[in-house]
């Protein structure tokens, strides 16, 4: 068997109990590898969502209508990870800076506020965050082929520099990434059950899908990478429409289910998100007023062109790292990608060196794996689909694309955290590869073995 063949799954499934164990174990495992960096150096942008920790204050408070949700800070860095941080320092005892500290930040980058403990505490919660994430992978794996491919493919990303890095950061990278994950492994199940062998088209499966609109709801909160879930999830309606053989129902039922995964998103991005709804009483100064007129959907736009003028604007300040053509976006995406922040990329980069051997050496192994995972994946969908199975394997294979073109067509800057929605799929491919191989290795050197005995 070549190892871009790998056999369908015939075996018996494990059972739940005995899948709990496994998840538990990555779990564990992720979070111990993770919390060793907690004490690492900080990051200049880890201040800035500290010193925005009060909205979880306002939040928690009950003030939604506070006049601080519509200052700059309030639309400029997205609320989840604000929130999170903020719980975190409350639940250790710790302060919360207030809207002053924040506007310091922004006139002075260099600003640190709290202790070396306030900074641990504030990472905490990415930690947690970024070991379920690792099991969610660890899931949409065994949902794909089998233990061992979630295995395989958790440990990849956990030991992946870039994942790692983000997964103790007190950022908006570990919250986002994780959430998408989690949505991403909920519309898994309910694809599968939609087109699998019984085509189920139950009141349930729109209820699961409801599920995922709010898991990709916090992670749009998170980072509007999360956005990312949502178009895979279309990508996905597409896929079951196109096989052929399959349940109308089952088809209209999930496309129907995923329609409520949009709205159910758009209600836990407002719900969640009071800069969406503030609308202060009393006198306004003049861009608060302006902010206060618009509707929710125009507030929503004023944020797509925040983040692009932001973008422009990191182009004009670092030119070397800008990106401004696709073949740029191409190159940088194959070397770095799946070189520096790939799985055999370096522990720390350097980003001022637009291409490095020493620093990109990696994509030379990784980036054929990853396509032999590709080519892999698209085989065992076709044995998953002959054998009346869903063909889950296509379903990665289209997330792993999808995050690939996303990318390649939208990455501003030549800088890590772009790269990190390419990271998750790309393992799960690799380990389909890996697995396949390992396999196919020990069925060659068993007869060897019997051989030499004989």
Same mark, same amino acid.
């Given at each position: 068997?070549?190892? @871009?063949?790998?056999?369908?799954?015939?075996?018996?499934?494990? !059972?739940?109990?005995?899948?709990?164990? =496994?998840?538990?174990?990555?779990?564990?495992? %992720?979070?111990?590898? =993770?919390?060793?960096?907690?004490?690492?150096?900080?990051?200049?942008?880890?201040?800035?969502?500290?010193?925005? !920790?009060?909205?979880?204050?306002?939040?928690?408070?009950?003030?939604?209508?506070?006049?601080?949700?519509?200052?700059?800070?309030?639309?400029?860095?997205?609320?989840?990870?604000?929130?999170?941080?903020?719980?975190?320092?409350?639940? /250790?005892?710790?302060?919360?800076?207030?809207?002053?500290?924040?506007?310091?930040?922004?006139?002075?980058?260099?600003?640190?506020?709290?202790?070396? !403990?306030?900074?641990?505490?504030?990472?905490?919660?990415?930690?947690?965050?970024?070991?379920?994430?690792?099991?969610?992978?660890?899931?949409?794996?065994?949902?794909?082929?089998?233990?061992?491919?979630?295995?395989?493919?958790?440990?990849?990303?956990?030991?992946?520099?870039?994942?790692?890095?983000?997964?103790?950061?007190?950022?908006? /990278?570990?919250? #986002?990434?994780?959430?998408?994950?989690?949505?991403?492994?909920?519309?898994?199940? #309910?694809?599968?059950?939609?087109?699998?062998?019984?085509? &189920?088209?139950?009141? *349930?499966?729109?209820?699961? @899908?409801?599920?995922?609109?709010?898991?990709?709801?916090?992670?749009?909160?998170?980072?509007?990478?999360?956005?990312?879930?949502?178009?895979?999830?279309?990508?996905?309606?597409?896929?079951? *429409?196109?096989?052929?053989?399959?349940? *109308?129902?089952?088809?209209? %039922?999930?496309?129907?289910?995923?329609?409520?995964?949009?709205?159910?998103? *758009?209600?836990?991005?407002?719900?969640?998100?009071?800069?969406?709804?503030?609308?202060?009483?009393?006198?306004?100064?003049? &861009?608060?007023?302006?902010?206060?007129? @618009?509707?929710?959907?125009?507030? =929503?736009?004023?944020?797509?062109?925040?983040?692009?003028?932001?973008?422009?604007?990191?182009?004009?300040?670092?030119?070397?790292?800008?990106?401004?053509?696709?073949?740029?976006?191409?190159?940088?995406?194959?070397?770095?990608?799946?070189?520096?922040?790939?799985?055999?990329?370096?522990?720390?980069?350097? !980003?001022?060196?637009?291409?490095?051997?020493?620093?990109?050496?990696?994509?030379?192994?990784?980036?054929?794996? #990853?396509?032999?995972? @590709?080519?892999?994946?698209?085989?065992?969908?076709?044995?998953?689909?002959?054998?009346?199975?869903?063909?889950?394997?296509?379903?990665?294979?289209?997330?792993?694309?999808?995050?690939?073109?996303?990318?390649?067509?939208?990455?501003?800057?030549?800088?890590?955290?772009?790269?990190?929605?390419?990271?998750?799929?790309? #393992?799960?491919?690799?380990?389909?590869?890996?697995?396949?191989?390992? &396999?196919?290795?020990?069925?060659?050197?068993?007869?060897?073995?019997? /051989?030499?005995?004989?």
């Amino acid at each position: 068997m070549s190892p @871009l063949e790998p056999s369908r799954p015939a075996r018996i499934p494990p !059972s739940a109990r005995s899948l709990a164990s =496994f998840a538990a174990v990555v779990f564990a495992a %992720s979070l111990a590898f =993770f919390a060793w960096d907690l004490r690492d150096a900080p990051f200049v942008d880890e201040y800035a969502y500290i010193s925005q !920790s009060y909205y979880a204050d306002l939040f928690l408070d009950g003030k939604t209508n506070d006049r601080a949700w519509l200052d700059l800070p309030a639309y400029d860095l997205v609320p989840l990870p604000k929130y999170l941080i903020g719980v975190a320092l409350r639940a /250790e005892g710790y302060g919360r800076p207030g809207p002053a500290a924040a506007r310091l930040w922004y006139n002075d980058t260099s600003s640190v506020f709290g202790t070396q !403990s306030v900074l641990t505490s504030a990472r905490v919660p990415s930690v947690v965050l970024g070991a379920i994430g690792c099991v969610a992978i660890f899931a949409l794996g065994v949902m794909v082929r089998d233990v061992r491919v979630g295995l395989a493919a958790a440990f990849l990303l956990a030991v992946n520099p870039l994942y790692r890095l983000h997964a103790h950061r007190a950022m908006s /990278e570990a919250p #986002c990434e994780t959430f998408l994950y989690l949505a991403l492994v909920i519309a898994a199940w #309910c694809w599968g059950r939609a087109f699998g062998p019984r085509d &189920e088209a139950k009141p *349930w499966l729109s209820i699961g @899908l409801v599920a995922v609109g709010v898991a990709a709801g916090l992670s749009v909160l998170a980072k509007f990478n999360g956005l990312l879930a949502l178009m895979t999830l279309a990508a996905w309606v597409v896929l079951g *429409w196109s096989l052929p053989g399959r349940s *109308w129902a089952a088809k209209l %039922s999930f496309a129907v289910g995923s329609c409520l995964a949009v709205a159910a998103a *758009w209600v836990v991005f407002l719900g969640l998100n009071p800069f969406m709804t503030a609308r202060p009483p009393g006198p306004l100064q003049a &861009e608060a007023r302006q902010l206060a007129e @618009l509707s929710a959907w125009q507030r =929503f736009r004023l944020l797509i062109d925040h983040r692009r003028t932001m973008s422009q604007g990191q182009q004009k300040a670092f030119p070397h790292n800008a990106l401004t053509t696709l073949p740029e976006r191409a190159k940088v995406v194959a070397a770095q990608g799946f070189g520096r922040f790939g799985p055999l990329g370096p522990a720390t980069t350097d !980003s001022t060196l637009r291409y490095d051997l020493g620093q990109d050496g990696g994509a030379f192994v990784w980036l054929p794996v #990853c396509l032999a995972g @590709l080519v892999g994946s698209i085989v065992l969908g076709l044995r998953q689909y002959r054998a009346g199975e869903a063909p889950l394997a296509w379903a990665l294979a289209t997330w792993a694309l999808l995050a690939l073109a996303v990318v390649t067509l939208y990455i501003p800057m030549a800088w890590d955290r772009y790269q990190l929605p390419i990271q998750a799929p790309f #393992c799960l491919l690799a380990a389909i590869f890996l697995t396949a191989s390992g &396999e196919a290795i020990v069925k060659l050197v068993r007869p060897a073995r019997t /051989e030499s005995r004989v």
